[in-house]
């Protein structure tokens, strides 16, 4: 059985830092795309960094160069390190993994309960 635990959300002043971490449990073996999303009150949940097992990182555009997205296959972690941190981020951030071919969960996906993160002063 595959949980994802989050850790690392909370309460930021603007132009803060924060880093979120995820651990992928369950003996999962190969994980192609390790990801984290964001959702805003009102708004569709939204991608915010994904990277795959090779460390081919993709970002979303209003994170670009103020998030940086980490993975650790031997850990089978995902970390996003934010910085500059806006009001507009406030969102609860799900942790997602697709885990990869050979793996007893290949075709499946997984979340992440969600972690929140508020940017306030």
């Known amino acids: 059985q595959v949980k994802l635990a989050e850790s690392g959300g909370g309460l930021v002043r603007p132009g803060g830092s924060l880093r979120l971490s995820c651990e992928a449990q369950g003996s999962i073996f190969r994980i192609d795309e390790m990801a984290w999303y964001r959702q805003a009150p009102g708004k569709e949940r939204e991608l915010v960094a994904t990277?795959?097992?090779?460390?081919?990182?993709v970002y979303g555009d209003s994170v670009k160069g103020r998030f940086t997205i980490f993975r650790d296959n031997r850990k089978s972690t995902v970390d996003l390190q934010m910085s500059s941190l806006q009001a507009e981020d406030t969102a609860v951030y799900y942790c997602?993994?697709?885990?990869?071919?050979?793996?007893?969960?290949?075709?499946?996906?997984?979340w992440g309960q969600g972690t929140q993160v508020t940017i306030s002063s």
């Open positions: 997602y993994i697709r885990p990869g071919y050979g793996s007893r969960y290949y075709g499946y996906d997984y």
């Open positions: 990277i795959d097992e090779n460390d081919t990182a």
